[in-house]
């Protein structure tokens, strides 16, 4: 079990620390540089340092934890920011890579480090290695410190301090866990492993914190249905029956980088609009088929009708479903209790209405793009479906 330590008194040492400083990070006494000074830049605790000099990191930790394999500390933020400064930083801690400038998790991060610092260590620890630790009462010291994992935290902890100042960290509290040696290496292979096989979020696993879809899979459950079915169809066929009175969202959803931009914000008005407290297990099933069936419609268009501008029917599919479907009535979508027989027109109905759908909007593509409508124009793009959609007429007055 961990062993919560008490920071009064004492003095623990794992594999001696030698010399140590007073706080941050210093060289240890009797070092001097080429100069015949001690080397020090006159900013203790605040510029990397060389490894041959045998550096010790003091912390003065809010919370320390003993475990079996190391330690658990929680420290504040601007007694780490002095670590990974200077460019030599990532060669004299060991870390596996460089300072990534352009990365868009950086980028974020440094925002935040901006206008909310506190918040900086809520998520995730850092991984340190050292060749001993001692306890001093209050403080921790750490000997040759050595960066396992969250190097490019450490920098960006650097980075702030340097632009606003340690007061600017006051505050901020990071969680690191250290490992001396040997365990320190072992720490390092198995993080070096991880890294290898990293399973990084993707905007559909967003949906998993949607409340509508939980209850949605609840009530198929529940009424025994057994779905075979991705959510991208599902979201696609919503699209082309929503209420929305252009096709933006089914245009949105067409590409896999669009649902991407639609999953990675349960909260948006787009978003909403689809996934919503009234969609039902029958709406869904309702929006599937009549997807599917207009695209069999679609499908079944001869392959003489698919050339110049009648290749609109390949690139932009969902636009002629979608101006299909506005003759349904959209508004019962998910009303379970609703007399409209909607086996009934989208069995019988649709098929047609699709066709029809289909050479209309050739036609008015033709007229609309006359000298691209039979080249490789943009078929796909947003700007294109509204110009189409915006001359064809409203949806039928609901059933």
């Given at each position: 079990m961990d062993?919560?330590?008490p920071?009064?008194g004492?003095d623990?040492?794992?594999?001696?620390a030698?010399?140590?400083?007073?706080?941050?990070?210093?060289?240890?006494?009797?070092?001097?540089?080429?100069?015949?000074?001690?080397?020090?830049?006159?900013?203790d605790?605040?510029?990397?340092?060389?490894?041959s000099?045998g550096?010790?990191l003091?912390?003065?930790?809010?919370?320390?934890?003993?475990f079996?394999?190391g330690w658990?500390?929680q420290v504040?933020?601007?007694?780490?920011?002095g670590?990974a400064?200077?460019?030599?930083a990532a060669?004299?801690?060991r870390?596996?890579?460089g300072?990534l400038?352009?990365s868009?998790?950086?980028?974020?991060?440094a925002?935040?480090?901006r206008?909310?610092?506190?918040?900086?260590g809520?998520?995730?620890?850092?991984a340190?290695?050292?060749?001993?630790?001692?306890i001093r009462g209050?403080?921790?010291?750490?000997?040759?410190?050595e960066?396992?994992?969250?190097?490019?935290?450490?920098a960006?902890?650097?980075?702030?301090a340097?632009?606003?100042g340690?007061?600017?960290?006051?505050g901020?509290t990071?969680r690191l866990e250290?490992?001396t040696s040997?365990e320190?290496?072992?720490v390092?292979?198995?993080h070096?492993?991880?890294?290898l096989y990293l399973?990084p979020?993707?905007?559909?696993?967003?949906?998993?914190?949607c409340?509508?879809?939980?209850r949605?899979?609840?009530?198929?459950?529940?009424?025994?249905?057994?779905?075979?079915?991705s959510?991208?169809d599902?979201t696609?066929a919503?699209?082309c029956?929503?209420?929305?009175?252009?096709p933006y969202?089914?245009?949105?959803?067409?590409t896999?980088?669009?649902?991407?931009?639609?999953?990675?914000?349960?909260t948006?008005?787009?978003?909403?609009a689809?996934?919503?407290?009234r969609?039902?297990?029958?709406?869904?099933l309702?929006?599937?088929?009549?997807?599917?069936?207009a695209?069999?419609?679609?499908?079944?268009?001869?392959?003489?009708?698919r050339?110049?501008?009648g290749?609109?029917?390949d690139?932009?599919p969902?636009?002629?479903?979608?101006?299909?479907?506005r003759?349904?009535?959209?508004?019962q979508?998910h009303?379970?209790?609703t007399?409209t027989?909607?086996?009934?027109?989208?069995?019988?109905?649709l098929?047609a209405?699709?066709?029809?759908?289909?050479?209309?909007y050739i036609?008015?593509y033709r007229?609309?793009e006359?000298?691209?409508s039979?080249?490789a124009?943009?078929?796909?793009g947003f700007?294109?479906w509204?110009q189409?959609a915006?001359?064809?007429?409203?949806?039928?007055?609901?059933?």
């Amino acid at each position: 079990m961990d062993k919560l330590l008490p920071l009064l008194g004492g003095d623990e040492s794992v594999g001696g620390a030698g010399a140590v400083g007073a706080g941050g990070l210093r060289r240890h006494a009797g070092h001097t540089g080429p100069d015949g000074s001690d080397g020090s830049d006159g900013s203790d605790g605040y510029g990397g340092y060389d490894p041959s000099a045998g550096p010790v990191l003091a912390l003065r930790p809010g919370r320390l934890t003993r475990f079996d394999r190391g330690w658990s500390l929680q420290v504040p933020a601007g007694e780490l920011a002095g670590l990974a400064a200077g460019p030599e930083a990532a060669r004299s801690l060991r870390a596996r890579r460089g300072f990534l400038h352009g990365s868009g998790h950086n980028r974020a991060l440094a925002e935040l480090l901006r206008l909310r610092p506190e918040e900086f260590g809520r998520v995730g620890q850092l991984a340190l290695g050292a060749e001993s630790i001692r306890i001093r009462g209050g403080l921790v010291e750490l000997v040759r410190p050595e960066s396992i994992d969250g190097f490019q935290r450490l920098a960006l902890l650097a980075q702030a301090a340097a632009r606003s100042g340690l007061p600017h960290l006051a505050g901020s509290t990071v969680r690191l866990e250290v490992f001396t040696s040997p365990e320190r290496e072992h720490v390092r292979r198995l993080h070096d492993i991880a890294d290898l096989y990293l399973n990084p979020a993707t905007a559909q696993d967003c949906l998993r914190r949607c409340p509508e879809l939980r209850r949605l899979a609840e009530e198929f459950e529940r009424e025994g249905w057994l779905p075979r079915f991705s959510m991208a169809d599902v979201t696609r066929a919503l699209a082309c029956l929503s209420t929305a009175p252009t096709p933006y969202l089914p245009q949105l959803v067409s590409t896999d980088s669009g649902l991407d931009a639609l999953w990675a914000d349960i909260t948006s008005p787009h978003y909403a609009a689809l996934i919503h407290p009234r969609v039902h297990p029958l709406g869904v099933l309702r929006a599937l088929e009549a997807r599917r069936t207009a695209r069999q419609a679609l499908a079944e268009i001869p392959k003489a009708a698919r050339t110049g501008p009648g290749r609109l029917l390949d690139d932009a599919p969902d636009l002629i479903c979608w101006a299909a479907c506005r003759h349904l009535p959209l508004h019962q979508l998910h009303d379970e209790r609703t007399t409209t027989k909607w086996d009934r027109l989208i069995d019988q109905e649709l098929p047609a209405w699709t066709v029809s759908a289909a050479y209309d909007y050739i036609g008015r593509y033709r007229r609309a793009e006359p000298e691209h409508s039979a080249g490789a124009a943009d078929r796909t793009g947003f700007g294109l479906w509204l110009q189409l959609a915006g001359m064809s007429p409203g949806p039928a007055p609901a059933r």
